[in-house]
């Protein structure tokens, strides 16, 4: 009778435990799938900021270029300032 009380609270025990268990793992899971959705979102806003300064980098160089044709079309000054 004593094998058999201690067997049954061993199961108990490892039931507990295998329970334990797989809500630990899936707090883990949905802990990982949180941060892969803010990673993603994080991942979307960059790539969103990125094609908004390659924008503006490819107007300011336009820019660029045209000021730098602008001045080498001009004559050189010749003179003073007063």
Do not use: F, H, M, W
Not at 40 to 59: I, M, P, W
Request: with cysteine; glycine share 2%.
């Amino acid at each position: 009778e004593e094998r058999l009380l201690k067997k049954v609270r061993r199961k108990i025990r490892n039931k507990q435990s295998a329970q334990d268990s797989r809500r630990r793992k899936k707090e883990y899971l949905d802990e990982l799938e949180s941060r892969a959705a803010a990673c993603s979102a994080l991942n979307q806003e960059l790539r969103k900021k990125v094609q908004e300064l390659e924008t503006s980098n490819g107007s300011l160089l336009r820019q660029l270029q045209a000021l730098i044709k602008e001045t080498s079309t001009k004559p050189a000054q010749t003179g003073t300032c007063v």
